[in-house]
């Protein structure tokens, strides 16, 4: 990460560098923010600029040994500390048991949250936590030498998430800085870390991005039509992170949708052939996004029956979807929406214990052909 990969953000990035010109380098920092917004890239810029041997006039060099080791975020004097979980099988889990993950997680996307951290490192529902034994780690590394450059860098992410006997540690730590070290705090919830801690950090707030930033990045990074990022940029408010999660589910909304509408057609004319094919495809799709689309069609299934009993102000569908539904609203009707939901909402749990995703779509399929019959 560089600084002239960050998404807008001039002003703050202008601090960062001009304050490490002027060589006043603070032995911590709060860098605060919504998720999405660039705190971590800020970071790890700011950090990759500090350990630069030929720095340039806005940004590290790229070619030096030190930031040849940035671009594999392997650099000696680099420390990051983070929310983990444990691990079935390994209790006593350090925050270095995950770098592949980390390392991986921060190269590709940067400006996530926790919820896509937990998921990389397949979380379930544990909850991300930086456990007290980690203040150990953290004394150790910084008692290193430094290896190759003038300051030791350790990245606290979401210091909220850590454990009250770790944080006090690392209070102390603040109080009586070691040498040449630099903490970066990258916090999402700042009002939640204790005082002390905040009190000995200089505070840096990221604001959202721009608007005008953002468009930029999305026609730039994502594929999403110009009329559309009108839309996208108003919900986002300027976090890339939920612009992105935003563009991803309208696109897989209409993925659903083109599946759902297949699949009615090829139960109402029974295509047998057609129905095997798509079955192929479901069982392709992976576990979350089969779940994903049994509960979008039960959703479109529900929108389909309250739309015959003609509540237009009960009704939630996009455009497309109210295309489809006019002609296949009849026949979705008080006979058969019990056994439609009941199928779905079946096909779901048989997902969820693994059963043959091929041979539950395909069930599905002639099941719903059966249904269609009841037209109103
Ligand atoms: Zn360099």
């Known amino acids: 990460m560089f600084f002239k990969d960050i998404i807008g953000q001039t002003e703050t990035k202008q601090r960062f560098i001009q304050s490490v010109k002027e060589g006043f380098i603070p032995h911590a920092r709060l ?35 030190s930031c040849q080791k940035f671009n594999k975020l392997s650099h000696p004097d680099l420390h990051f500390v983070f929310p983990i979980i444990n691990k079935k099988g390994n209790k006593e889990a350090f925050c270095d048991d995950f770098l592949p993950e980390w390392r991986k997680f921060i190269s590709e996307t940067p400006y996530a949250g926790l919820t896509t951290w937990l998921e990389a490192i397949d979380a379930e529902n544990a909850q991300g936590l930086i456990y ?10 910084l008692n290193l030498k430094a290896y190759e450059s003038d300051y030791k860098v350790m990245i606290i992410w979401l210091p909220e998430k850590m454990h009250e006997t770790a944080a006090n540690r690392l209070l102390k730590l603040l ?30 707030n990221v604001p959202p991005i721009a608007d005008e930033d953002l468009a930029r990045a999305l026609a730039e990074k994502q594929t999403i039509s110009s009329e559309d990022i009108a839309l996208v940029i108003r919900l986002a408010k300027g976090s890339y992170e939920d612009a992105v999660n935003i563009i991803q589910s309208t696109n897989e909304n209409e993925a659903y949708l083109d599946l759902f509408i297949t699949i009615m057609r090829n139960s109402w004319t029974r295509n047998v052939v057609n129905m095997k094919a798509k079955a192929d495809q479901f069982a392709s799709m992976g576990r979350d996004r089969q779940k994903g689309f049994l509960a979008y ?80």
């Not at 971590?40 to 060099?61: F, G, K, M, S």
């Not at 007290?132 to 590394?141: D, F, N």
């Not at 609203?329 to 079946?346: R, S, T």
């Open 31 to 65: 860098i605060s923010g919504r998720e999405g917004t660039g705190t971590l890239p800020l970071a790890l810029a700011y950090a990759r600029y500090l350990h630069c041997t030929n720095r340039q006039e806005e940004d590290a060099c790229g070619t030096c040994p």
């Open 132 to 141: 007290a034994r980690e203040s150990e780690e953290i004394l150790r590394k």
């Open 175 to 204: 109080e009586e800085p070691p040498e040449k070290t630099v903490f970066l705090l990258v916090s999402e919830e700042p009002e939640k870390i204790i005082t002390t801690i905040r009190s000995r950090a200089q505070a840096l």
């Open 297 to 376: 069609s039960q959703r479109m299934i529900r929108e389909n029956f309250l739309y015959c009993l003609q509540a237009p102000e009960i009704n939630y569908m996009n455009r497309k979807e109210a295309e489809f539904a006019v002609n296949f609203h009849p026949y979705v009707n008080e006979v058969n929406i019990i056994d439609f939901m009941g199928e779905l909402a079946l096909a779901e749990r048989h997902i969820e214990s693994n059963v043959n995703p091929r041979m539950i779509f395909f069930d599905l399929s002639m099941k719903i052909a059966v249904l269609l019959k009841n037209k109103n």
